[in-house]
């Protein structure tokens, strides 16, 4: 029986109270905005992914030699496998599968956001392609098997991951070996407990907005998000949207008590909260919080995760989108009845996407109070230019019932396995 808030109160209050305290009070009068952007990392000539190291065309050695004329610094990482500082504007990671991540500092408003993913990434994109490496913006690598594509980054914790996911099924390897996603990351505001379920309910018109992945091993899937499958179906108890409550901290304990605990292995599916819970540390439980895959995670900030990988060129349309909607009060207020409710949709929004005639309807209007917040907003949060590239989405996209999985056509599938990326035995 996973342990509830009413089976022993002291320890999970205190739970409680530690991510209230963290994510639910007040944080009146900033607007700092952040995002995390991934690309999958692809050898131009084979389609292959490019591995982390091992050359001087690994992934690793081809930014330690951009860098050092960049003006970036490295250091310590995952094991062997370094992250780099770009100063004053992010940091470099990977993901297990080798995907590369950017992850801005936090900016002051939306438009200095965009101006910073621009700085970093049309240049690094422009120097790699150079080299034969192909960054590519999509939510799922549409050719490749996740069995050809080892893990990259040999760490306990996503060695553990691994063995939890693959007892379970073949999404949850997919997802970290071959998903990419743009997150957008912002503050909690005064009204923390508005502002998180606003975002909790914009998620399913996000996908559907978004969608970028219909494509998997050189086939049509029937979805307009893949990677939103992948989410739906890799371990329903860490994913999804948090229900409606009066209490968010006290709900988001339930749900991380509730997941199952990958050190314990998936045969048993057992929730955290389950049996001896009252003696796991702090520490085990801190780690438990970082195996948790909402559609909004709560980490200070809030982090928006629906969105899959887009080009850079379309950044400024979720950023716009979500800083409208979140910092512009009658955006705020209006899209909050809009949207409500919407945990039903969140299948379904990955499957047709705008195609479902209701979700493409509500996903015209919200995108439509953001566009219109955003100029009440104004140029100190958000600039002309950055608003326009947003509305042309809008009217390139969202108004025609389409998504950027529109413009994709299928894939050719890579007939070998490349040495590089083939797993060992």
Same mark, same amino acid.
């Given at each position: 029986?996973?342990?509830?808030?009413?089976?022993?109160?002291?320890?999970?209050?205190?739970?409680?109270?530690?991510?209230?305290?963290?994510?639910?009070?007040?944080?009146?009068?900033?607007?700092?905005?952040?995002?995390?952007?991934?690309?999958?990392?692809?050898?131009?000539?084979?389609?292959?992914?490019?591995?982390?190291?091992?050359?001087?065309?690994?992934?690793?050695?081809?930014?330690?030699?951009?860098?050092?004329?960049?003006?970036?610094?490295?250091?310590?990482?995952?094991?062997?496998?370094?992250?780099?500082?770009?100063?004053?504007?992010?940091?470099?990671?990977?993901?297990?599968?080798?995907?590369?991540?950017?992850?801005?500092?936090?900016?002051?408003?939306?438009?200095?956001?965009?101006?910073?993913?621009?700085?970093?990434?049309?240049?690094?994109?422009?120097?790699?392609?150079?080299?034969?490496?192909?960054?590519?913006?999509?939510?799922?690598?549409?050719?490749?098997?996740?069995?050809?594509?080892?893990?990259?980054?040999?760490?306990?914790?996503?060695?553990?991951?691994?063995?939890?996911?693959?007892?379970?099924?073949?999404?949850?390897?997919?997802?970290?070996?071959?998903?990419?996603?743009?997150?957008?990351?912002?503050?909690?505001?005064?009204?923390?407990?508005?502002?998180?379920?606003?975002?909790?309910?914009?998620?399913?018109?996000?996908?559907?907005?978004?969608?970028?992945?219909?494509?998997?091993?050189?086939?049509?899937?029937?979805?307009?998000?893949?990677?939103?499958?992948?989410?739906?179906?890799?371990?329903?108890?860490?994913?999804? $949207?948090?229900? +409606? /409550?009066? =209490?968010? #901290? &006290? %709900?988001?304990?339930?749900?991380?008590? !509730?997941?199952?605990?990958?050190?314990?292995?998936?045969?048993?599916?057992?929730?955290?909260?389950?049996?001896?819970?009252?003696?796991?540390?702090?520490?085990?439980?801190?780690?438990?919080?970082?195996?948790?895959?909402?559609?909004?995670?709560?980490?200070?900030?809030?982090?928006?995760?629906?969105?899959?990988?887009?080009?850079?060129?379309?950044?400024?349309?979720?950023?716009?989108?979500?800083?409208?909607?979140?910092?512009?009060?009658?955006?705020?207020?209006?899209?909050?009845?809009?949207?409500?409710?919407?945990?039903?949709?969140?299948?379904?929004?990955?499957?047709?996407?705008?195609?479902?005639?209701?979700?493409?309807?509500?996903?015209?209007?919200?995108?439509?109070?953001?566009?219109?917040?955003?100029?009440?907003?104004?140029?100190?949060? $958000?600039?002309? +230019? /950055?608003? =326009?590239? #947003? &509305? %042309?989405?809008?009217?390139?996209?969202? !108004?025609?019932?389409?998504?950027?999985?529109?413009?994709?056509?299928?894939?050719?599938?890579?007939?070998?396995?490349?040495?590089?990326?083939?797993?060992?035995?």
């Amino acid at each position: 029986m996973t342990l509830r808030l009413s089976d022993s109160p002291g320890r999970v209050l205190e739970l409680r109270d530690g991510i209230h305290a963290a994510s639910f009070t007040p944080d009146a009068g900033r607007t700092l905005v952040g995002a995390e952007v991934e690309f999958l990392v692809h050898d131009l000539a084979s389609g292959f992914p490019v591995p982390l190291l091992g050359g001087p065309h690994s992934l690793v050695e081809l930014l330690r030699h951009y860098g050092a004329r960049a003006g970036w610094n490295e250091r310590h990482g995952y094991g062997v496998v370094p992250r780099f500082e770009i100063p004053g504007r992010a940091i470099v990671t990977f993901e297990p599968g080798g995907q590369l991540e950017i992850s801005t500092l936090p900016c002051v408003n939306a438009s200095a956001l965009i101006a910073c993913l621009n700085d970093v990434v049309l240049p690094l994109r422009s120097a790699l392609n150079e080299q034969g490496i192909r960054l590519e913006s999509i939510g799922i690598d549409p050719r490749n098997d996740a069995v050809h594509i080892p893990l990259q980054l040999p760490v306990e914790r996503y060695e553990t991951m691994t063995r939890y996911f693959d007892a379970i099924g073949p999404f949850g390897v997919r997802m970290m070996r071959q998903t990419a996603a743009i997150q957008v990351s912002l503050d909690r505001g005064s009204r923390p407990a508005e502002r998180w379920r606003l975002l909790n309910d914009l998620a399913p018109y996000v996908i559907a907005i978004f969608a970028n992945s219909p494509h998997y091993l050189g086939r049509d899937t029937g979805h307009r998000s893949y990677r939103a499958h992948c989410w739906r179906m890799l371990d329903a108890t860490r994913t999804g $949207v948090a229900c +409606a /409550d009066v =209490d968010p #901290a &006290a %709900e988001y304990t339930r749900f991380a008590l !509730a997941a199952n605990d990958m050190t314990r292995g998936a045969a048993d599916r057992v929730a955290f909260g389950d049996g001896d819970a009252r003696r796991r540390s702090d520490q085990e439980w801190r780690v438990h919080l970082t195996t948790l895959f909402p559609e909004v995670r709560p980490r200070g900030h809030y982090e928006a995760r629906s969105c899959d990988a887009i080009v850079p060129e379309w950044y400024a349309a979720p950023i716009v989108f979500f800083y409208a909607l979140v910092h512009d009060e009658r955006a705020s207020a209006e899209a909050s009845v809009l949207a409500a409710d919407s945990r039903a949709l969140l299948r379904s929004a990955g499957e047709f996407g705008l195609r479902d005639a209701s979700i493409a309807r509500t996903a015209r209007d919200l995108f439509q109070l953001a566009i219109a917040g955003a100029r009440r907003l104004g140029p100190e949060h $958000v600039g002309g +230019a /950055d608003i =326009d590239v #947003a &509305a %042309e989405f809008v009217d390139r996209y969202t !108004a025609r019932g389409r998504s950027p999985a529109d413009d994709r056509t299928l894939p050719v599938r890579p007939t070998a396995i490349s040495s590089a990326t083939a797993p060992s035995t």
